[in-house]
């Protein structure tokens, strides 16, 4: 089945530095991908949706500049958090949708939880 | 707009009984429906997905869902629940406009399924 890796797992950084999340589709192209924010025991959030050679389009209230969202190529998407602070602290998830599946589940990636001290 | 909502923070099922979790949707238009499974520290594993055709949908690890359009209605079902089954749970509706592969993700349903 269609694998989404994400990288780091999990990143502990100093406030006020930047961290950037990747997220790859391993066996399929992804046109689209998402994402997400989760809070403890909460739901997902979506963040943005980022098409490839596009900028993304982010949700309301979600800082562009804050989260910043690369798509360069159909396999990679990342997300920076520039100048992190404590209260980015989050689970983040991307997931992934190919250009024939519009009727298809998304794949998920496993997550990074950022912890910023 | 379309929302999706899962009525039950929290569903506790002894092991060997049958376990569900609702869901119902709220979508113009015929609704895509998807469950969903998390496990701690971890992405989402799809379990199965409803887009047309037969009403009992049937997925991974022996879970099932049926859709029921008058009640706007998607609860996933397994007939006999075990303690592996105990995770967060997601149902999640598409729209079948064109709006991207976006999904709308209900709140969680957390099952815990004790010995």
């Known amino acids: 089945g269609a694998v989404v890796s994400q990288h780091p797992s999990w990143v502990i950084c100093k406030s006020g530095t930047s961290v950037k999340i990747e997220c790859r589709s391993l066996?399929?192209?992804?046109?689209?991908m998402f994402w997400y924010r989760q809070f403890p025991k909460q739901s997902l959030m979506l963040m943005a949706t980022s098409n490839e050679g596009s900028k993304a389009t982010y949700e309301q209230g979600v800082e562009k500049d804050k989260f910043l969202i690369n798509h360069a190529s159909l396999t990679l998407s990342t997300l920076t958090v520039t100048s992190a602070h404590p209260e980015d602290s989050s689970f983040y998830i991307c997931s992934a949708g190919s250009r024939t599946g519009y009727n298809s589940p998304l794949h998920f990636g496993n997550g990074t939880r950022l912890t910023v001290t | 707009a379309q929302s999706v909502a899962q009525p039950e923070d929290q569903v506790n099922v002894a092991e060997g009984n049958p376990l569900t979790v609702k869901c119902t949707y709220s979508v113009s238009g015929n609704p895509y429906l998807f469950w969903y499974v998390q496990y701690p520290n971890r992405g989402l594993q799809f379990l199965l997905k409803y887009i047309t055709g037969d009403n009992l949908v049937k997925g991974s690890y022996g879970f099932e869902a049926e859709f029921n359009k008058s009640q706007t209605s998607f609860h996933l079902k397994k007939p006999s629940a075990l303690v592996s089954d105990s995770a967060l749970y997601f149902c999640a509706v598409r729209p079948d406009q064109a709006a991207g592969n976006k999904l709308t993700f209900g709140g969680g349903t957390r099952v815990l399924v004790k010995p």
């Open positions: 066996d399929f192209q992804a046109t689209t």
